[in-house]
């Protein structure tokens, strides 16, 4: 059943269903009742760790496509990195969180975290029934959807918004989705969680690579060494 409130009663952060609410929000606008569907953007990853190029791309997405909520949801156990050497769950998590926090419209979202097996997008995405979802990914991940378990019920489900990657042309990542894409207007960002962490093992600092809390954590629980 929806549920009824008053829209300048609550801050913006109360419209936002928990992951897997299938119900809507019923907001009362002068007095008057509107159905309102919650626009998500999907934002998922490995995030070891969640950096800038992650951020940038979910605060161009929030802006220039009028979404609600941008939803950041590290993987469990993500397949296609089974044999990787990715960091904990719990560290993924932990730093996910930090990073959204602060930011009334992104939601650190632990539902694949939580669940056990293989981390499938088409699964989370099916889980956010009623929502209006953009998939958010940059154009590398772009170029590999055909990859994806059940992709082709995944590119019905959600519309895509791609990043642009330093080295990946437009054209190509067209060619290699059989669907329209929404280009985010962002400069290609030239940073990568594998740098990163390289960084960081290295003894290197990735201040400002990584939200300030992100790196206070890294360097607290020794992450990456």
Known sequence: MATSIHADSFPASCWIRRSGCGSCLLLVARGRPILSRVKRGILGGTFDPPHIAHLIAGETAYRQLALDV?????????????DSGVSSAEHRWEMTRLSVEPIPYFVADDSE??????????DTVESFAGDELVLILGADAALGIRSWHRWRDLLEKVDLAVAPRPGVGRHE??????????????APIDV??????????????IRFY?????????QEQHVYG
Not at 173 to 186: G, N, Q, R, S, Y
Request: glycine share 4%.
């Open 173 to 186: 990542v067209e060619h290699a989705v059989p669907k329209t894409i929404e280009w985010l207007d962002m």
């Open 70 to 82: 941008v939803s950041f949801i590290p993987a469990g156990a993500p397949w296609q990195k089974f």
């Open 113 to 122: 975290i939580r669940r056990d097996g293989p981390t499938f997008t088409i």
């Open 192 to 205: 990568s969680a594998t740098d990163v962490r390289e960084r960081a093992r290295k003894g290197l600092s």
């Open 210 to 218: 990584v939200r300030e809390r992100v790196w206070q954590y890294v």
